[in-house]
């Protein structure tokens, strides 16, 4: 399996673009998450999705950022319109079990002027 | 605040010395993993410890848990410069969330 795959890997934008990331989980998984780190704040949890369905958007900033999984396969993170301090990088994972361990992508640098 | 605080903040030390790292958290688990991360890398998943465990061994590595104590320790035993990264604990909530807390980072020189 190629494990999680995510793009684009970096991304620069200036401020008022739209942004958009992509992620394909592991095939099987019916966990998909979305993550955020940063040195101040650490990694921080945006969203995730169970078959499909996102069950805990609490960790998403604001209403900038949108997140969809329109199939088993395929996950966006959107941010519109993007702001300086979005700038991090941001990983997708995903799980067969909930609970348990989480598979990460490379993740995608994300760089906001 | 974070579920899981590993300690300490930073580890520098020699190769073929062990390392080790502690977590700490706060509310009642069923398990507990430690995951690496490698500069510019996602993070990769190295053990999980179920709560009703106490230790567990997976090649050089060495994971201990108190719940008693809502603790874990990490060990890398006769550390490589390839364990050069940083180390994370993470613990489930009751919904599955992972928690994870700041990180060790830990710097093995040649």
């Known amino acids: 399996d190629a494990g999680v795959i995510q793009s684009p890997r970096h991304e620069v934008t200036e401020m008022g673009q739209e942004v958009t990331l992509r992620c394909k989980p592991i095939s099987g998984h019916d966990y998909l998450f979305w993550y955020r780190q940063t040195m101040m704040r650490g990694l921080e949890l945006l969203i995730y999705f169970n078959n499909n369905v996102p069950i805990d958007d609490s960790g998403m900033p604001e209403d900038r950022f949108s997140a969809k999984m329109p199939n088993a396969s395929f996950s966006t993170l959107k941010i519109q319109p993007s702001e300086p301090r979005d700038s991090a990088v941001y990983f997708c994972?995903?799980?067969?079990?909930?609970?348990?361990?989480?598979?990460f992508g490379p993740g995608t640098r994300l760089t906001v002027t | 605040s974070q579920q899981g605080e590993e300690d300490p903040q930073a580890l520098s030390i020699q190769e073929g010395e062990n390392a080790t790292m502690n977590c700490s958290y706060k509310t009642s688990i069923n398990n507990l993993q430690w995951y690496r991360q490698n500069s510019g890398r996602g993070l990769v998943h190295l053990i999980l410890?179920?709560?009703?465990?106490r230790e567990k061994h997976s090649g050089r590595l060495r994971v201990t848990l108190d719940t008693s104590k809502k603790s874990s320790s990490l060990l890398i035993t006769a550390s490589r410069a390839a364990d050069t990264a940083s180390y994370f604990c993470?613990?489930?909530?009751?919904?599955?969330?992972?928690?994870f807390g700041a990180g060790t980072q830990v710097v093995v020189t040649p």
């Open positions: 994972a995903s799980s067969n079990r909930g609970n348990y361990e989480q598979y």
């Open positions: 993470a613990t489930p909530d009751s919904w599955g969330k992972l928690q």
């Open positions: 410890i179920r709560s009703n465990e």
